[in-house]
Nanobody, 122 residues
Framework: QVQLVESGGGLVQAGGSLRLSCAAS????????MGWFRQPPGKEREFVAA????????HYADSVKGRFIISRDNTKSTVYLQMNSLKPEDTAVYYC???????????????WGQGTQVTVSS
């Protein structure tokens, strides 16, 4: 059984930064790609970023490109999302998920965390 636990969310002013973490249980973390998704209030969940099993390949949504950085530490079974230059429209519940590769397709991810709230004030 794989469990994913996000942390690091909170309230931040526009222009600020936050770093989200997602800790995974199990011994197969390094075999899988990981992704971050978010669900803004009243909207559908959307892709944010993904990283390959090795960390050598990443992909970002256009809305966060140049501001967010996804990374991972396989020795700690943890994936991170460094969020800089935050905007009010980044307000959402952020989820991490385990997937087969670097893909934006949500249905490809088979394990999900419970989410962490990020609120950006203007």
């Amino acid at each position: 059984q794989v469990q994913l636990v996000e942390s690091g969310g909170g309230l931040v002013q526009a222009g600020g930064s936050l770093r989200l973490s997602c800790a995974a249980s199990g011994r197969t973390f390094s075999n899988y790609a990981m992704g971050w998704f978010r669900q803004p209030p009243g909207k559908e969940r959307e892709f944010v970023a993904a990283i390959s099993w090795s960390g050598g390949s990443t992909h970002y949504a256009d809305s966060v490109k140049g501001r967010f950085i996804i990374s991972r530490d396989n020795t700690k079974s943890t994936v991170y999302l460094q969020m800089n230059s935050l905007k009010p429209e980044d307000t959402a519940v952020y989820y991490c998920a385990r997937g087969p590769g670097v893909t934006t397709r949500q249905f490809a991810y088979n394990y999900w965390g419970q989410g962490t709230q990020v609120t950006v004030s203007s």
